[in-house]
């Protein structure tokens, strides 16, 4: 069974519009959640992570992601999108074992037009 | 720098060659694991190592082998490339203390013809 879901495959914004990706997880534990960024033709890099406390997590470059933990939901937000956000998002989680492997979504691809 | 180091970067094989895929990470990691990913597919685990001296399958494990050479290295082997195995190979490396994710390394981006 798929352990994170990601529902947009594809999202096309325009230079300062706000962006949502949707992330939900089906594992009923605690869980530890990670959003990743792969910039073209490069590595994935790790943009924020939620393991206790605050439910809404800032990560790099105006990035941040709430946990919501009756929606088993750990969404993606920035407010104002850049052409250099242009990426594919990955959002993971380790299933609350922080000695464990991570289960990733399918990825987003998100392209923002100049 | 610190981080996880994969060599080589590009290769092109032909149907039925061998080849190893190296990873060394020098920042003391106990955890390292190989995925590949394809488009649309996302990234799917081949094989991992939780420690020194263990190894264990992940989703697609069929036509791969690894070697936990010591804790720095984990190698993936191809013994008989086929098509289906051309595809971008990541190599990641989780410590085990904190909340940590993986550091990934650069990728080999695989062509099997």
């Known amino acids: 069974a798929q352990s994170v879901s990601q529902h947009n495959h594809h999202v096309i914004l325009s230079e300062a519009a706000s962006l949502e990706l949707g992330c939900n997880y089906s594992y009923g534990g605690t869980v530890n959640l990670f959003w990743y960024v792969q910039y073209p033709g490069q590595h994935l890099q790790l943009l924020l992570k939620y393991f206790s406390g605050d439910p809404l997590v800032k990560g790099i470059k105006g990035f941040e992601a709430e946990f919501i933990k009756s929606k088993f939901s750990f969404n993606l937000r920035k407010p104002s999108v850049q052409w250099s956000d242009t990426a594919e998002y990955f959002c993971?989680?380790?299933?609350?074992?922080?000695?464990?492997?991570?289960?990733f979504g399918r990825g987003t691809q998100l392209t923002v037009w100049p | 720098n610190a981080g996880v180091t994969q060599t080589p970067k590009f290769q092109v094989l032909k149907t039925g060659q061998s080849m190893t895929l190296q990873c060394a990470q020098d920042?003391?990691?106990?955890?390292m694991y190989w995925y590949r990913q394809d488009p649309g597919m996302g990234l799917r685990l081949i094989y991992y190592s939780a420690s020194e001296g263990t190894t264990d399958k992940g989703e697609v494990p069929n036509g791969y082998n690894v070697s936990r050479l010591n804790k720095r290295e984990f190698s993936l082997r191809l013994e008989s490339a086929a098509p289906s195995q051309t595809s971008v190979y990541f190599c990641?490396?989780?410590?085990?203390?904190?909340?940590?994710?993986?550091?990934f390394g650069s990728g080999t981006r695989l062509t099997v013809v």
């Open positions: 990641a490396s989780r410590p085990l203390q904190g909340v940590h994710g993986y550091t």
């Open positions: 920042m003391n990691h106990n955890s």
């Open positions: 993971a989680t380790d299933r609350g074992s922080t000695l464990g492997r991570l289960y």
